[in-house]
């Protein structure tokens, strides 16, 4: 089923530039016309909760991920966490924002839904709803003829977001992916950004954030 949603396709590089660049994937999620880049870096040995490949959302500060500073399978994300990076950027084309920020984030786990972070803020009583109203009445609506660009960037919160979530799988020092329960601690950290004041006023603090990191859902 999981195939049926998500596929993964190969795009090629020309040959005179692929010893520069890395080899760009692109995720296509159901019907929405969003994709990522993400890097392809071989694993160097097999994984039963992984293919052989590893992806990098893109972070503030991409050489984290850099096989000689943070082992290759330290920094895999799971599936359910780069499904809900790509739905950010639908989140945001919905709203017809120009880019996509924390709150994005947290709307893209919502939106995947099956996530441990999605049930932990169900559980306590955030849902997408919610969040998609608070985050209008923080940050406004979008120009009526506003269209948001193909490639939706994202903030430079969004990304520092993204390297706290690897902080925290660091942190943690246990085994397996990056998930989005770390997604949603890292954008729990960037207190003066929009997802922080989201969550915040639905509720969430440093006690459900310690709650989370200790337990999950």
Known sequence: MTA????????????????????????????SRSSIPLTRR???????????????????KPEMAAAEKIPNEWCRWSLSAIKSFALAEVEARRLKYPTAGTEALLMGILVEGTNDAARFLHANGITLFKVREETVKLLGKSDLFFVSPEEIPFTESAQRALDKAIDEKLKSGEDGEVT????????????????????????FDDHKATELAKHGF
């Open 4 to 31: 049926g949603l998500l596929s993964v396709l190969h795009i090629p590089m020309p040959a005179s530039t692929a010893s520069n660049h890395p080899t760009r994937l692109c995720i296509s999620l159901l019907s």
């Open 180 to 203: 989005t329960t770390h997604m949603l601690l890292g954008i729990w950290s960037e207190k003066e950004e929009p997802g922080h004041k989201i969550l915040a006023s639905l509720g």
């Open 42 to 60: 071989p694993i160097p040995r097999p994984s039963l909760r992984s293919s052989a490949l590893v992806f990098s959302l893109p972070t503030a």
